[in-house]
């Protein structure tokens, strides 16, 4: 199969590691969701999907034909994993098509303690977007394929403030459930390899220039395998 390797423009430590992160050649094109609706009720429930639709191809990187919020700029999906530390764990994000007909994406790989390493994180890339703004939150409908993981995974955010330190995001833990659950961008936390950043270093989360988003798999809740099937990630100003 196939690898390509990313370079990343940015700081030293993020740089870095995205010069170092090995993609498997899988393409995902994300769904074409269009803008914002205008005439969108401010008190009513209003959802953005950003789920990546099924268009597999190992040929190209994963990039979209119709990026979120009505851009033309493509998504790009790609990971992040403790191998840029020495560790071991990797992970893939791919499509599954279900029994049912109905398609999903596949966060799947394995987290390893094996060189002091314990973590995996699929990425995309919104830089292109940014502006998430006209939302509250994020709505994620998933399920996990060990009970035992259910509570385990974590969701994050960047914004371009995080570019100015070293492994640092906004994030927060979920419960996967096909009902869904719905984060508002007020719970997520500043952290900075893994680690609350203190009051005085903290700034407020700007929602008009979000670089990233993703989900994690981290030792502290998930070691061996895992496996979380996505059903919707979206963008939502509202919790049904």
């Not at 499509?95 to 990425?123: H, I, M, Q, W, Y």
């Not at 993703?214 to 996505?230: C, H, P, T």
Request: proline share 5%; with cysteine; net charge neutral.
């Amino acid at each position: 199969m196939p690898k390509l390797w990313l370079s990343w423009p940015g700081p030293c430590w993020h740089g870095c590691l995205a010069r170092h992160g090995c993609l498997d050649g899988t393409t995902l094109a994300w769904t074409s969701i269009g803008r914002w609706p205008a005439e969108a009720d401010p008190g009513a429930t209003t959802t953005i999907s950003l789920l990546p639709s099924v268009n597999l191809n190992i040929d190209r990187v994963q990039i979209s034909k119709i990026g979120m919020m009505g851009s033309s700029k493509p998504l790009r999906v790609f990971f992040i994993n403790d191998d840029v530390m020495g560790g071991k764990s990797t992970c893939s994000y791919k499509p599954l098509k279900l029994d049912d007909g109905k398609e999903v994406s596949v966060f799947a790989g394995t987290v390893s303690t094996e060189n002091n390493g314990g973590f995996c994180s699929v990425r995309f890339d919104t830089s292109g977007q940014k502006d998430f703004s006209k939302a509250s939150g994020v709505m994620i409908k998933a399920e996990s394929q060990n009970p035992a993981h259910k509570d385990g995974f974590q969701f994050f955010i960047r914004d371009k403030k995080c570019n100015e330190y070293m492994a640092t995001n906004w994030k927060v833990g979920f419960s996967a459930t096909l009902e869904g659950v719905y984060i508002p961008f007020s719970s997520l936390t500043l952290e900075s390899f893994g680690r609350p950043l203190a009051p005085e270093q903290s700034w407020e989360l700007n929602l008009e220039q979000i670089l990233e988003m993703g989900f994690y798999a981290k030792k502290e809740a998930i070691q061996g395998d895992f496996n979380l099937r996505v059903h919707d990630l979206a963008l939502s100003n509202k919790p049904k």
